[in-house]
């Protein structure tokens, strides 16, 4: 097959609705980073990390022949007066992104197989194994900063990725990550809460809280993070929100972006979120992870990180609940009133 042109390719990914597209040339990825960042224990129980490394690493297990991995990013930033100090992470504001961006990757691809017959592509957002910043690096749309987000020029780290690879080459490659325009700056490693930017980009998932609120369904949030989950229940932006490269957002226009009802609610609220009410405002949104008894648990641990005296007799009838992640939380928080 002939060197698919990507002036062309770039129109398609515009008309999809990317904001950014860039191309690497599929060579393996060193595995060091990724052993090493897993033998620390940073991946915390994100065992799926672990189990298809060697895919991550070779996209050729993904797609026999692979020649070019296509990255795009989307800009997300939003600032609705409705959501101002929302408990969740912007990202998660509107409508499921994973939904959203996999609706434009298929019309990407389907448009790459319809003009190019017999092209042989592989699609991710997110949750294949892919190890997407890797590629937006040497793909020329940015590069990671020492608060682990990508970082690109127009849009800051506001932006999420996607990746389709195909087993063709294209005319022209990124020539690798773009410049660090972190210098001397620390803000980021400054105000994590948790210490959980560990250095290089590295973040230890399991002591961030981003992790804890949306992974760690299963188990107690520890005692010493639970303590910095001020007005986090689903994600957490701080190292986002300090950092001087994002001081120009550029505002998301597209409706898909937009907030959903759930983003104006505060956390009492969303701790004392009924089974119809989740039923009502989650599904269709990124927080369905978090489940309805972890987005309960995560704003309990909130209430009592804050200690709001008037949450006590929801935190009384919530320290009764059927679950017992909740219940715990909920005579947790108790505690830190008493205090
Ligand atoms: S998301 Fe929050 S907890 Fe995680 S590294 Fe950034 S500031 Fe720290
Ligand atoms: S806060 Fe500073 S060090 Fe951290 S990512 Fe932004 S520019 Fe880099």
Redesign the pocket.
Known sequence: MKLLPTAHLRQLSDAVGFDLVGFARAAPIPPEALTEWIAAGYAADMDWMKERAAERLDVTQLLPGAKTVVVFANNYYRDDAETEGSPIARYARGRDYHSTLRDRMKAFRKAVQGEYPGIGTYGSVDSGPLMEKVWAARAGLGYVGK??CFITERFGSWVLLATVVLDAEVDAYGDGPAADRCGSCRK?LM????G??VGNGR?NAR?????QTIENRDHEVPESFRV?MNNLVF??????DVCPLNRRPVFAEHPRFAPRAVAGLGVMELAGLTQEQYATFIPGTALARAQYDGLRRNAVYALGATRQENARLLLEKLSEDDSELVRSAAQWALRQLAQ
């Open positions: 608060n682990g980021c105000s994590c809460p948790t959980a930017l973040v002591a961030c809280l981003s992790y910095e994600g957490c932006d701080i190292c986002q």
